[in-house]
């Protein structure tokens, strides 16, 4: 049962082929079995997944189920507020904290009966695209563990791809999610900005955080966003909207007719630079959409290009401004510095973060804190918001024309560990295709579009939408996906190497 979608395990919940308990304590051996070699975890609650798990059985006993994923385990990325459960945002400054309360969309999910299997590794503070910037150590690609899994949420992603979970958590403040499905043949979704409670969730930039589902099908993902997305009166920035229907927009969708359907291919996220193998699954998916009756016309967005600039001033800055809250006095690491007897709150603040943060942390403090500082701010910050504005203005441009614009996910494949780690600015060129939906506030979906010819890794094929109307990207993603599902005569995960050494 761990190989099947969410949907599917659901489904045998109902029928009473399995149990929660059955099925949770599977998911715990898998993870058990190969995790050592992943790391997608850095924390596992067998306990509190298994006692969450029998009291879903007990409530299908009684007729009176939570919601339709009631049973099914998930696994929820280390930067959302757990109560009882450590929350390191994968950081040392955190190390051992353990919250008092519940994110808004684990409350949520404990409510709709998931047993939440552990906290999954990411980046620090979500500030990397690999998660070889976690502070206890790299996650691994289960399709080459000599490759990063995506990041900043590599960790949810490679747990789903792993088998060791058939749903996970995760955020997208500049392609954390979607970059991460990409690389490792998984569908993640980042959804309109305030369309999911941000409420729990240890903020890097607020102007741009978002979570999201990361599962196997775009139906599961439908399934999941639908549970924890919705109004919350406790997140300023939430959306006092109704969410469209997700689920049937995905299940119209897998029937294949994307007749009326406008798709614009966006000119500056393609062409020289990109890896040819990616490039040729994104052209053999837009023939498939082509011939469900999908009408593709090319779109240009010519303030894309300045997309990467404009998101690494603004999010530094916001970055810069959040975590000065780390400040050695009301909770995480305390580091006492070395030689001084009476030591004052700013020795023990600067030792503190000295040893507490990462490089890739201490790197966007200082670039942030620069871009703030008085003389630069309107240089800088000011511009880049500015900039922000333009973009935003080529998404409504482009929205008049199109129903969807699509692109290539990230650049390359996922790329080998380390080989990127001393280098961020090609670091950063992985989030090219991903960081504009963020500085608009709009949603988008990364389905996976095959494997590329040169090296035989997944690549991913991406779906924006206007904001509010995520159900399109349900409908185009998953039409695409049963395209190429029967395409390849199964899911893209069943051609992935078995990490257990099982038949």
């Known amino acids: 049962m761990t190989r099947e979608t969410a949907a599917a395990m659901a489904a045998a919940l109902a029928d009473g082929t399995t149990t929660s308990v059955a099925l949770t304590q599977a998911h715990l051996d898998r993870i058990a079995a190969v995790d050592g070699a992943v790391h997608a975890f850095l924390h596992v609650d067998a306990e509190g997944a298994l006692a969450a798990a029998a009291r879903s059985d007990e409530r299908r006993a009684e007729g009176a189920v939570a919601s339709p994923l009631d049973g099914v385990p998930i696994a929820v990325k280390d930067v959302l507020?757990?109560?009882?459960?450590?929350?390191?945002?994968?950081?040392?400054?955190?190390?051992?904290?353990?919250?008092p309360y519940d994110a808004t969309v684990v409350t949520r999910l404990r409510a709709a009966g998931l047993p939440i299997l552990g906290k999954t590794n990411m980046d620090e503070f979500a500030m990397g695209s690999s998660t070889e910037h976690s502070a206890y150590g790299p996650t691994h690609n289960p399709w080459d563990l000599d490759r990063i899994p995506g990041g900043?949420?590599?960790?949810s992603a490679a747990a789903v791809a792993a088998f060791e979970a058939p749903l996970a958590l995760g955020t997208d403040t500049g392609g954390s999610i979607r970059q991460p499905g990409a690389v490792t043949g998984t569908v993640g979704v980042k959804p309109t900005y305030g369309g999911v409670s941000r409420y729990g969730l240890v903020a890097m930039a607020n102007s741009?955080?978002?979570v999201g589902p990361v599962t196997r099908t775009v139906l599961d993902s439908a399934l999941l966003h639908e549970l924890i997305g919705g109004h919350d009166p406790r997140d300023s920035t939430s959306v006092d909207a109704p969410l469209p229907d997700l689920v049937g927009a995905a299940r119209r969708g897998?029937?294949?007719?994307m007749s009326g359907v406008r798709i614009g291919v966006i000119t500056e996220l393609g062409g020289d630079g990109w890896q040819p193998g990616v490039m040729a699954r994104f052209q053999e998916s837009l023939d498939l959409l082509v011939a469900a009756g999908a009408e593709?016309?090319?779109?240009?967005?010519?303030?894309?290009?300045?997309?990467?600039?404009?998101?690494?001033?603004?999010?530094?800055?916001?970055?810069?401004?959040?975590?000065?809250?780390?400040?050695?006095m009301r909770y995480g690491l305390r580091v006492l510095p070395e030689g001084v007897d009476s030591p004052s709150a700013e020795d023990v603040m600067r030792a503190t973060r000295d040893a507490g943060f990462g490089d890739e942390v201490k790197r966007r403090?200082?670039?942030?804190?620069?871009?703030?500082?008085?003389?630069?701010?309107?240089a800088y910050?000011?511009?880049?918001?500015?900039?922000?504005?333009?973009?935003?203005?080529?998404?409504?441009?482009a929205f008049g024309k199109v129903d969807v614009l699509v692109s290539p996910t990230a650049p390359t494949t996922a790329f080998r560990l380390g080989e990127k780690l001393d280098d961020p600015l090609a670091m950063y060129l992985n989030d090219l295709a991903t960081i504009p939906a963020n500085l608009a506030g709009v949603p988008g979906i990364s389905v996976p579009s095959g494997l590329a010819d040169e090296d035989g890794?997944?690549?991913?094929?991406?779906v924006l939408a206007p904001a509010l109307a995520d159900d399109r990207l349900y409908r185009v993603g998953a039409a695409l996906e049963a395209g190429l599902t029967e395409k390849w005569g199964g899911p893209l995960l069943a051609q992935a190497p078995d990490l257990s050494g099982e038949s």
């Open 152 to 155: 900043s949420g590599g960790g």
């Open 381 to 397: 910050y000011g511009k880049a918001q500015k900039v922000r504005t333009l973009i935003q203005r080529d998404f409504d441009a």
């Open 296 to 328: 593709v016309v090319e779109v240009s967005c010519p303030s894309f290009v300045h997309a990467l600039a404009t998101y690494y001033l603004i999010m530094p800055c916001e970055a810069s401004s959040n975590l000065a809250k780390f400040d050695a």
């Open 208 to 210: 741009l955080d978002q």
């Open 254 to 257: 897998a029937e294949g007719d």
């Open 365 to 378: 403090i200082i670039l942030g804190t620069y871009a703030l500082s008085s003389g630069y701010y309107d």
């Open 457 to 462: 890794l997944p690549a991913g094929f991406q």
């Open 81 to 99: 507020a757990t109560e009882g459960l450590p929350t390191t945002c994968g950081s040392r400054i955190l190390e051992g904290w353990i919250p």
